[in-house]
């Protein structure tokens, strides 16, 4: 037998000599662990997700086309500051002792950004109600912005539908003027047709050079007159023709307002908050299993010392 073989049959000899010590070691460590974990308050947690909204800007803003409701990192920050969880207590108890706290976790999913809020408290009730009031105090904060950015591009589309009538009354009016021009100038036209058939029936003999001069020049003043007719129609031809543009302009401009009302979002909450039912700290089973092994382990090393010391 060699000397490895009979080290180790002493060592299992110390053990068996000595293993109610080392068992009622085992079972001494966990009970004192079952102790403390009785004692310490258990620790509750409450969790839910939010979806951040997104709205979309008037066209030429300033700042890019599109934003979130509230910067998801930002948010989260000021979460994990307890602001917002003081800002809760202070609400719904008045400002008692702090007896918990928040955190959040962003990350995204499908370009969606979203924030997982965990409120920890000794008080499972509270610490639903705590985290409902800072979820609810977000929501209504990023409601305000979502329902102003809404407005305003509701009150885009009203202004370019008004510009739209307005633009479409020009039009008819132009219309109807060009119309009573058309006439008038059909009418005169025929006139200065029958006025010029007269004119060179005239047996100039009969009537005076002066009276001759004066039929002429009348002749080439209604020629004048027609031609400005003719330039006054064909400005209002191109004034009616820039408003279906200007029309045609304000329409395109309605779709991407009305897109984008539709694009934008509100923040949503994807996760409700539920009242936990079991604690997550302390972990009693994990904790006394622990501290058996422990005392297993410093039982056994004791034991080992002793027969060490002795010899």
Excluded: W
């Excluded at 002066?210 to 031609?227: D, K």
């Amino acid at each position: 037998m060699t000397e490895g073989e009979v080290d180790l049959k002493h060592c299992f000899q110390i053990i068996h000599h000595r293993k109610i010590f080392i068992i009622g070691g085992m079972l001494l460590f966990m009970v004192i662990a079952a102790i403390i974990v009785s004692i310490v308050s258990p620790v509750y947690q409450i969790t839910t997700m939010l979806k951040i909204g997104r709205i979309y800007l008037p066209p030429n803003s300033i700042s890019s086309d599109s934003q979130l409701l509230e910067p998801v990192k930002l948010l989260a920050g000021v979460i994990d500051s307890g602001a917002p969880l003081k800002n809760a207590e202070q609400k719904l108890r008045g400002g008692t002792a702090h007896t918990g706290n928040m955190e959040a976790e962003t990350f995204y999913k499908e370009d969606f950004p979203l924030i997982e809020i965990r409120c920890y408290n000794r008080e499972p009730q509270f610490g639903f109600e705590l985290l409902t009031e800072v979820v609810k105090t977000i929501i209504e904060r990023h409601n305000r912005k979502y329902e102003s950015n809404q407005k305003a591009l509701s009150t885009l589309v009203d202004n370019l539908r008004k510009k739209i009538k307005t633009n479409e009354a020009t039009i008819a009016a132009q219309t109807q003027h060009l119309q009573e021009i058309h006439k008038i100038s059909n009418e005169g036209q025929e006139e200065v047709g029958v006025f010029k058939d007269d004119l060179e029936q005239l047996d100039s003999s009969t009537i005076s050079p002066i009276e001759l001069l004066f039929l002429q020049s009348s002749s080439l003043n209604e020629g004048t007159f027609f031609a400005q007719m003719n330039q006054v129609k064909a400005d209002l031809q191109v004034s009616i023709e820039a408003n279906y543009e200007k029309i045609a302009t304000f329409q395109d401009s309605i779709v991407k307002m009305e897109n984008r009302i539709a694009l934008s979002l509100p923040t949503e909450i994807i996760i409700q908050p539920v009242l936990p039912e079991d604690p997550i700290s302390p972990k009693k089973t994990l904790i006394v299993v622990i501290a058996g092994f422990m005392g297993l382990v410093f039982a056994t090393l004791y034991v080992f010392l002793r027969e060490y010391v002795k010899d």
